[in-house]
């Protein structure tokens, strides 16, 4: 297969060419601050680019290289990359690793290149696990790998040698069951059950069936409030709270809820499905066991 382009919403992933080198060289490659904490120094000028496009245009013609340059729409040129930083064939395992210019962060390009890879990877290929880790003080990526429902998995400890030494780093994964039970869930339909003044509940629908139930409160000039989810006891047959919580999130976000309270400074909510979540302690007769129970 090999790398390919692919086309998001905003981007387009495709392969590197020499042409390249002082995009690249300018937008992330020479910066001390993007490769602070990655494994291979910052360039020292153009030719070091220039060598490395060079190798890398040698390896695309192999069938099991991956390696795509992250170009805006709006942009025009590349700044950043993702693709192959290891593999494995007797696990069909693949890591993949990713940066971006500083310019560019924290605007949501590199989760939606990530989910991009994602998607590719397992609909195009036969990999079974793709994994991805980052040092322990760049928690930035660790909230991308969330947000593109990759699980963590533990903390290694000294197992990088970076800019600044040794590090520790986090590991994260998804494997194909994890992707397509995520891609099935998507497919449940919600609708609206019950409401009052302050209460709207939802019903969630899975191949016909009533599998649960999730419930918002609205206030007056403040943020609506996550206020429970629960499984009936079909839906516990059919699939995890955790399942379902992912069909409610998206379905909110299709209704264009951006902002949520939620009772559990713990939850990755946010970070998992692009919602922004506000903690506050918990009132009488709100099922946070649930949650606890369900949801860690």
């Not at 070091?48 to 060079?54: C, P, S």
């Not at 696990?91 to 989910?115: D, F, N, V």
Request: aromatic residues 14%; charged residues 30%; negative net charge.
């Amino acid at each position: 297969m090999g790398t390919q382009t692919i086309k998001t919403e905003r981007l387009t992933l495709r392969r590197f060419y020499i042409e390249d080198a002082q995009a690249m060289y300018r937008n992330w490659a020479s910066s001390r601050e993007v490769t602070k904490y990655l494994p291979w120094p910052a360039h020292e000028n153009l030719e070091v680019t220039k060598a490395v496009l060079e190798d890398w245009d040698r390896q695309y013609e192999t069938e099991d290289f991956y390696n795509w340059a992250i170009v805006p729409d709006e942009v025009g040129e590349p700044i950043g990359s993702i693709g192959m930083a290891a593999a494995d064939e007797d696990t069909r395992m693949i890591a993949i690793g990713y940066c971006i210019g500083s310019k560019y962060w924290h605007q949501g390009i590199t989760s939606e290149a990530l989910q991009a890879v994602i998607d590719f990877l397992f609909r195009e290929t036969n990999y079974n696990r793709i994994e991805s880790r980052h040092d322990v003080r760049n928690f930035y990526s660790g909230m991308v790998m969330q947000k593109c429902g990759m699980q963590y998995e533990g903390t290694l400890r000294e197992v990088s040698r970076g800019n600044n030494g040794l590090a520790d780093c986090k590991y994260y994964s998804i494997l194909r069951k994890d992707y397509e039970a995520k891609t099935e869930t998507r497919q449940i339909a919600f609708e609206e059950a019950e409401k009052d003044e302050v209460m709207v509940t939802f019903a969630g629908k899975f191949h016909g069936e009533t599998v649960g139930f999730g419930r918002i409160a609205h206030y007056d000039g403040r943020v609506p409030e996550l206020c429970g989810m629960w499984l009936t006891e079909k839906g516990k047959e059919l699939l995890e709270l955790t399942a379902f919580a992912e069909g409610f999130f998206f379905y909110l976000k299709e209704l264009g809820y951006e902002e949520l309270y939620l009772i559990d400074e713990d939850m990755d909510f946010g970070d998992r499905y692009g919602l922004t979540l506000e903690s506050r302690d918990a009132s009488g007769w709100y099922p946070k066991y649930e949650f606890r129970r369900r949801l860690d």
